[in-house]
């Protein structure tokens, strides 16, 4: 969403993206992860000893989902948080909302992984 309440990107584009996800039949497996949120049981992590693959953590302003955002000091807990960033704008499709603003993001996070 953009400050003025409207969308970030188009309706065609919408459209043609959820046409897209139903036409090649993974509109479900999309919609998995916010399923399994709110009917399986939550997955233990193993405290104390932080998974070893480099983990970044972006978040989006703009948002629309009913998650929360995890604090980062749990995060930290749990994976290796070699980035942790937040914008104000982005939403749940940044690279069609803000294409520029994740380019950035994926370029500062890998630069200090090369």
């Avoid at 919408?14 to 049981?41: D, E, F, K, V």
């Avoid at 983990?55 to 703009?62: Q, R, V, Y």
């Amino acid at each position: 969403m953009r400050d003025d309440g409207g969308t970030a990107f188009d309706r065609e584009l919408l459209l043609g993206t959820l046409t897209l996800y139903w036409a090649t039949n993974t509109i479900g497996s999309s919609l998995l992860p916010y399923w399994a949120g709110r009917h399986l049981p939550v997955t233990d992590l193993a405290e104390g000893t932080p998974a070893p693959v480099p983990t970044a953590i972006t978040i989006f302003g703009g948002e629309r989902v009913p998650f929360p955002k995890p604090p980062q000091e749990m995060v930290a807990r749990y994976f290796n948080l070699v980035r942790w960033a937040e914008y104000d704008r982005g939403g749940h499709f940044p690279a069609v909302a803000e294409p520029e603003l994740l380019v950035d993001v994926l370029r500062a996070t890998f630069r200090r992984l090369r």
